[in-house]
Every structure is written in structure tokens, then in C-alpha cells.
């Protein structure tokens, strides 16, 4: 099975950065969809931003234009860049990947807090 771990998370004021990290424990070349989600206490968990494999980008309403999602096939990685954060982009940020055959795999989340 695939393993994904994330990294990067921590204490932030709001307007800083951060980098989210995702490593994988397999080849992240073929995909059907990868992407990251988050989940605030109380919440529902909420995609942030997901790739297709064709190449498609998609961001929801209120990260556009502050957050920006990469790859590395070589490094079989996947990163988040933050910026502009605020108080209510605070929760627990999770990388997700489908496979083509439908498989689905979640890594274990790492903590991001914006406060002063």
C-alpha cells in the first residue's frame, strides 16, 4: 500500500508562509487525482487544492491566489505553498492520492495555526 507523509506544519502569524511537504512511499507518476484537504475542529474535511492527471489545477474560492500546489515525480512529492495566512486557514492539513484503479490513500495530517 501507499504511504504518505506529511510535513511542514506549525505556528504561524497570519499574513506568514509555510510549505507543506508529502512524501510518498511509492512512485506518484500515474495518479488519478492527488490534492490537499484540510479540517478545522467541528468541521467537515474540505479540499484546498487538487491536481487531475491530465494536468488540471483547482483551488478552492479562498486559496486562489495565496496558495500554490507542486509535484516532484522524482522525489515522488508533493507540496503546498502558503501564503498570506490567516486565523481562519487554522486546522489540520491532510495529502490525499486516488490511484486509477480507485484506491484511495490519506497521510496523517500535520497541524497548521495562524495566530498572533
Known amino acids: 500500500q501507499v504511504q504518505l507523509v506529511e510535513s511542514g506544519g506549525g505556528l504561524v502569524q497570519p499574513g506568514g508562509s509555510l510549505r507543506l511537504s508529502c512524501a510518498a512511499s511509492e512512485s506518484i507518476a500515474s495518479f488519478y487525482a492527488m490534492g490537499w484537504y484540510r479540517q478545522a475542529p467541528g468541521k467537515q474535511r474540505e479540499p484546498v487544492a487538487i491536481f487531475t492527471n491530465g494536468g488540471s489545477t483547482n483551488y478552492a474560492d479562498s486559496m486562489k491566489g495565496r496558495f500554490t500546489i507542486s509535484r516532484d515525480n522524482a522525489k515522488n512529492t508533493v507540496y503546498l505553498q502558503m501564503n498570506s495566512l490567516k486565523p481562519e486557514d487554522t486546522a489540520v492539513y491532510y495529502c490525499?492520492?486516488?490511484?486509477?484503479?480507485?484506491?484511495?490513500?490519506w497521510g496523517q495530517g500535520t497541524q497548521v495555526t495562524v495566530s498572533s
Open positions: 490525499h492520492l486516488l490511484t486509477m484503479a480507485f484506491q484511495t490513500y
